[in-house]
């Protein structure tokens, strides 16, 4: 069994890409790999069809339920990539919490690069240009203390490479 358990968090909003860059993370490391929006609840995933943008009551289950991932999966010596927004710092602190190690991979995009590539998906419950503005009004962009900052129009596995290069380094320091 694995001494020291991975955690691993990539972050940002919706159209940035986490979902792809997670699966792509994951399989660079053997890791599993969580989507956070598969742990939205009933009804906030009914909110957000309706194009109501989540609030923080709303994100409190949904963020135990992804702090309890990591404690599990920690617990068992197994590392774990998440795909979730984690928009606010204090989002970040409560899944650091719980994997007190975490590194954090952050997907940042211009607005219309983020409008474009939501609007070339379909299979997903968030749609629009209104509850995107409202996840980046919502956006506390993390500093360099805290992540990895990627930028969107990057290739993929270059973004993944730079990124486990970057924790790699820090972890040898």
Not at 133 to 162: F, M
């Amino acid at each position: 069994m694995k001494t020291t358990a991975k955690s691993l968090l990539v972050m940002g909003v919706s159209g940035s890409g986490k979902s792809h860059i997670g699966r792509q993370l994951a399989a660079s490391l053997g890791a599993t790999f969580i989507d956070g929006d598969d742990h939205h609840g009933p009804d906030n995933i009914a909110k957000m069809s309706r194009g109501e943008p989540l609030n923080d009551d709303d994100r409190a289950a949904w963020l135990a339920t992804l702090a309890d991932l990591y404690r599990q999966y920690r617990d068992q010596g197994r590392d774990l990539v998440i795909g979730c927004s984690a928009l606010k710092r204090r989002y970040r602190d409560q899944l650091r919490e719980a994997a007190p190690d975490l590194a954090i991979l952050y997907l940042a995009g211009s607005r219309e690069v983020l409008l474009e590539r939501l609007g070339s998906r379909d299979d997903h419950f968030f749609a629009g240009a209104h509850m995107l503005d409202s996840q980046l009004a919502t956006l506390e962009a993390p500093g360099e203390d805290e992540a990895v900052l990627a930028d969107i129009r990057r290739p993929p596995q270059a973004i993944v490479e730079n990124f486990l290069a970057t924790i790699s380094r820090e972890a040898s320091d």
